[in-house]
């Protein structure tokens, strides 16, 4: 299998370069690790619909997300936030008053984030796309590279994007020659953004929460969960409340005891109601081999400073580029900084091919 470029990774980043390379008549393969697109954008289905187990927000000033929202006619919401807040000490006991909804301000998507990874992958070809097949290595050839795959297929390709977190590249990917020792380090220096978080959705059929004045903000230094949203559909039901699990990767290993902890939590918040979900969804990306390496199961506590390291600029020449969000400059990280990434590798591929021209 032979094409112009290879992009390593199915996620925001991944797609929105497949995007832009199919607009400017670019031959590319993505390939996909896992065996649906999307990255680190999960979208759980449950009463009808679909719940964001990965990033849920963005917000204003960022024109890429924007852009692309208009583009595919879909459509965007205020994260609900009227109402009182509730607050758990270390004893369990609750407070509920007025205060600072800390995502006030922030916006979700209709039909959860995955409704933008669906759209992405719907304008590509599907020909090009490729899912369930990881890249095990990758060996400079020639002017370009060639990437075996996990069943064994190889394809060759002038220039490789690796659009995956750079610690994930490092961990899973072997490379030949051997990438240089400070390159190597700066991957696996760079922290992967939420991949220590687990975050759990509860389901229910009514917002009971609303109905009692609460907006289904609050903050606990009991746990397990320690920061609690409203996560219902703009309109209509079922309604749900998430929660980010506070406590360490090791000490949530154990299902059935956090989702008992979880419910309890719920009830000492919000109520009896709370403590009976419909559903309770759950994901743990610490544990995602996909996203996390044993690195990422030490949680961060402040947002990194991202781009692209020295080390990593160059690196096999004009064969071998970084495209995930960790290395963008300005919004590394966010949903916005995977778009600026593939258009900052889409930009530099473009430079690429005007050098090469005669």
């Known amino acids: 299998m032979d094409t112009d470029i290879l992009i390593v990774g199915g996620g925001l980043a991944g797609l929105r370069l497949a995007d832009l390379l199919q607009a400017a008549g670019r031959s590319f393969r993505l ?17 009808g619909a679909r719940f964001d187990l990965g990033p849920s927000w963005f917000w204003p000033g960022q024109p890429r997300i924007a852009a692309l929202i208009d583009r595919f006619g879909l459509r965007r919401f205020d994260q609900f936030a009227s109402g009182a807040l509730a607050y758990e000490d270390e004893s369990g006991q609750v407070q509920h008053g007025r205060g600072f909804a800390s995502m006030e301000g922030s916006w979700r998507l209709e039909g959860g984030l995955s409704a ?17 097949n990881a890249v095990a290595a990758l060996a400079r050839s020639g002017d370009g590279a060639e990437a075996t795959l996990a069943d064994g297929t190889v394809v060759r390709a002038r220039h490789v994007v690796l659009a995956l977190p750079p610690r994930v590249a490092a961990a899973r990917i072997a490379f030949d020659p051997a990438l240089p020792a400070p390159a190597t380090a700066a991957m696996r220096a760079v ?168």
Do not use: N
């Not at 390939?31 to 009463?47: D, I, K, T, Y």
């Not at 992958?121 to 899912?131: E, F, I, K, Q, R």
């Open 191 to 358: 922290p992967t953004w939420m991949a220590g978080q687990a975050k759990a959705v509860a389901v229910f059929e009514r917002a009971f929460w609303r109905e009692a004045g609460l907006s289904g903000d609050a903050s606990s230094r009991r746990g397990p969960m320690v920061e609690i949203h409203d996560a219902s559909p703009a309109r209509g039901g079922p309604f749900a409340l998430f929660g980010f699990i506070g406590v360490p990767p090791a000490a949530r290993m154990d299902e059935a005891a956090l989702r008992a902890a979880i419910t309890a939590q719920l009830g000492r918040l919000f109520g009896e109601e709370g403590a009976r979900p419909a559903h309770l969804l759950l994901k743990d990306w610490a544990f995602d081999p996909c996203t996390a390496t044993d690195e990422d199961r030490r949680p961060l506590h402040a947002h990194p400073r991202y781009g692209l390291p020295p080390a990593l600029d160059g690196v096999w020449g004009d064969t071998l580029l970084f495209g995930g969000t960790e290395v963008a400059s300005r919004f590394g990280g966010y949903i916005e900084g995977a778009f600026e990434a593939a258009e900052d590798a889409a930009t530099r591929l473009a430079a690429t091919r005007e050098r090469a021209r005669p």
């Open 31 to 47: 390939v996909e690790a896992r065996e649906r697109f999307g990255g680190r954008v999960l979208g759980a289905p449950s009463g």
């Open 116 to 132: 933008l990874t669906d759209a992405l992958a719907g304008a590509v070809p599907a020909d090009s796309l490729h899912t369930g």
